[in-house]
């Protein structure tokens, strides 16, 4: 990210704001979508955590820390989102899956159950997953973009990837069980 | 974006999953954002970087008001007035408007939902300040009450902006009960106090 911009924007030259927004929209939509699974919800996530860096921008000490700071304002951004929505436990409405169906209806019904126990994560959960495993960071990292200490990272991890493996395997002693019948 | 970590099949199936969905947001939201900040002001700055103006001028201002103070008291009172500590001078830039929190807000609460990461946890109110305790977690800043909006600021859990201001809108139910509503707040406290219910502890 172009620091001059930043310290443009941070002095309130909404031209500098318009080509940052434009600049991080991208990356901030597919995190959002990823969080919130809903693209509708994301979109509003997004814009809300626009105007907010923009309203704060000025407070931001290390212009270099702008990116890793607007994640933390769209990841707050969608944790209000989803309370507001109250959709976060919503789920899918998704249609009983025919274990004797193929590989290829199989691995969507595998996806589906992801996606499922995905959105019973709670929002935090949510999000610590998606940082690691979408933007690849390290805990360490996810810790100081978050503004948590990383011990909280850690378990928060924890937590999220034994509620996805137990998905993952309910689902495997599923399938293996349909392959009985 | 996607890395590969270790040969964790759960880790391998996340990496896919996450890594499905759309990459590209509608060039309209953007614009739809951009619009509202043309109407909505920038906060103050006051987290920006120490800077010898900036300093030399805060200081001859304080310099004027305490020499104005004394010359004033001199002239006024009949014993000398001791001059305010600038320790003390709050800055206009970098307190919101408000005042202390009152007394029916003061005090200790435990939250009647647990943090997301299931811990009991408390929020202590009091003069200009604020602490929030999770666990062995332990947070807090300086506040401020203007009428029903509850004003957070300074954290120390806020690190990337300093002095990110949270607005959250108290009410005290008639059972004593405080309810917080989020107005906005871009720190990590927003997880344990937006849209939170809190009992008094004393």
Same mark, same amino acid.
């Given at each position: 990210m172009d ?19 434009f ?27 626009l105007?907010?860096i923009?309203q704060?921008l ?12 607007s994640?933390? *304002?769209?990841?707050n951004?969608c944790? &209000? ?7 976060? !436990? $919503?789920?899918? %409405? =998704?249609?009983?899956?025919?274990r ?8 969507v ?5 992801l996606?499922?126990a ?17 933007l690849?960071m ?9 503004g948590?200490?990383?011990?909280? *990272? ?5 937590? &999220? ?7 993952? !395997? $309910?689902?495997? %002693? =599923? ?7 | ?27 309209l ?7 509202r ?16 103006f ?5 200081a001859a ?14 002239l006024?009172?009949?014993?000398p ?6 320790s ?12 202390p ?13 647990r ?5 009991s946890?408390?929020l202590s109110?009091?003069g200009?300040a604020?602490?929030l305790?999770?666990g062995?977690?332990?947070?807090g800043g ?11 600021f300074d ?15 108290w ?8 309810s917080?509503?989020?107005?906005q707040?871009?720190?990590?406290r927003?997880?344990?106090?937006g849209?939170?219910?809190w009992?008094?502890?004393r």
């Amino acid at each position: 990210m172009d620091r001059r911009l930043v310290e443009r924007a941070q002095d309130g030259d909404e031209a500098a704001f318009a080509d940052l927004a434009f600049g991080i929209g991208d990356r901030l939509y597919a995190v959002a979508y990823r969080t919130l699974r809903d693209g509708g919800l994301a979109e509003d996530a997004v814009q809300q955590a626009l105007v907010t860096i923009w309203q704060q921008l000025p407070g931001l000490r290390d212009p270099d820390a702008f990116m890793a700071w607007s994640y933390r *304002v769209l990841v707050n951004a969608c944790y &209000a989102e989803g309370r507001r929505q109250r959709r976060w !436990d $919503a789920g899918l %409405r =998704l249609v009983p899956t025919d274990r004797t169906l193929g590989d290829a209806t199989a691995a969507v019904a595998d996806r589906d159950e992801l996606e499922r126990a995905f959105r019973h994560l709670p929002p935090d959960q949510r999000a610590v997953l998606v940082l690691q495993h979408y933007l690849g960071m390290t805990m360490s990292q996810i810790a100081a973009t978050l503004g948590i200490p990383v011990g909280t *990272v850690r378990s928060r991890l924890h937590f &999220a990837r034994d509620a996805m493996r137990a998905a993952i !395997d $309910a689902e495997a %002693r =599923l399938a293996a069980g349909g392959e009985r019948w | 974006m996607v890395r590969k970590r270790d040969s964790d099949p759960v880790d391998e199936i996340l990496d896919s999953f996450l890594g499905e969905g759309p990459v590209e947001i509608d060039g309209l939201v953007i614009e739809e954002a951009l619009a509202r900040i043309s109407t909505t002001p920038q906060r103050g700055a006051m987290g920006r970087p120490w800077s010898p103006f900036r300093a030399l001028a805060v200081a001859a201002a304080l310099v004027l008001l305490v020499t104005g103070g004394l010359v004033v008291g001199q002239l006024t009172a009949p014993h000398p007035v001791p001059s305010p500590s600038a320790s003390v001078l709050p800055s206009a830039e970098a307190w919101p408007s408000g005042g202390p929190v009152p007394g029916s807000l003061a005090g200790s609460w435990a939250g009647t939902n647990r943090d997301p990461g299931g811990l009991s946890i408390s929020l202590s109110l009091g003069g200009n300040a604020y602490s929030l305790a999770s666990g062995s977690e332990h947070h807090g800043g300086k506040v401020v009450v203007d009428g029903d909006r509850l004003l957070l600021f300074d954290g120390d859990g806020c690190v990337a902006l300093p002095g990110g201001i949270g607005e959250y809108r108290w009410t005290l139910s008639g059972d004593g009960m405080l309810s917080l509503q989020l107005i906005q707040d871009p720190c990590p406290r927003v997880d344990n106090l937006g849209d939170s219910t809190w009992d008094r502890i004393r």
